[in-house]
């Protein structure tokens, strides 16, 4: 991706949001993140939208990000409110942390992006704990043939516009082929592009080894 662009997007990110966040998104993020525990780790954390909904008992936090702009703009959000948190470098594909080291994996609007979901989705199932839980809420591809249409129509200048954000990714196929069964609920993202309004949220178990 075009790396001034990347800078562009960490500043535009939460404007964009906006309208999104305050119909619905903050409040599904707010009863997704409530239902964290113990080791925490976010993937492509952004800009710390996140943040305020993490419960005050999670034993760590650990925010992985890799883009140096939305780095910065999530550690000074951290710091802004007080939360303690490790910030590190690091894309969802390549997580510098050991075997079932954690026991949540916190996934908002990220794999729609990584550059490899499955190798993303197989580290997020490496660093779960036996017993620990993938959450996540994430835009997919529509089950309406007609948006499906206009998803596969648009993937490639949304994608340029959106930081690498893939509108018609099959997201629920990804975990499927990586061993992971999530519970999912459908919904739809309000305030946003229809091309990415098709929500699943939900968790998923730690597959078993």
């Known amino acids: 991706m075009n790396q001034a662009w990347l800078r562009v997007m960490a500043l535009l990110y939460d404007p964009f949001l906006w309208l999104g966040e305050v119909v619905g998104m903050r409040r599904r993020r707010r009863e997704l993140v409530a239902r964290a525990s113990g080791r925490v780790l976010e993937i492509g954390a952004g800009t710390g939208l996140n943040l305020p909904s993490y419960p005050a008992a999670v034993d760590e936090l650990i925010l992985a990000e890799p883009e140096p702009g939305m780095r910065g703009r999530l550690a000074r959000r951290s710091q802004r409110l007080g939360r303690v948190a490790e910030i590190i470098d690091a894309p969802a594909e390549r ?3 050991p075997d079932a ?8 609007l990220v794999l729609c992006t990584v550059a490899d979901p499955e190798r ?3 580290e997020i199932a490496r660093v779960l704990a036996p017993g620990g839980q993938l959450l996540f809420i994430e835009h997919v591809r529509a089950r309406s043939r007609w948006l499906a249409g206009w998803q596969n ?4 200048p949304w994608r340029a516009f959106a930081g690498g954000c893939v509108c018609n990714r099959d997201t629920l196929g990804a975990m499927a082929a990586c061993g992971l069964t999530p519970e999912v609920e459908h919904a739809t993202w309000r305030g946003m592009p229809p091309i990415v309004g098709p929500l699943v949220i939900g968790r998923a178990d730690a597959p078993l080894r």
């Open 95 to 97: 997580l510098p942390l």
């Open 120 to 122: 993303a989705l197989r």
């Open 101 to 108: 080291s954690v026991d949540t994996v916190v996934s908002t």
């Open 153 to 156: 129509l648009l993937v490639r």
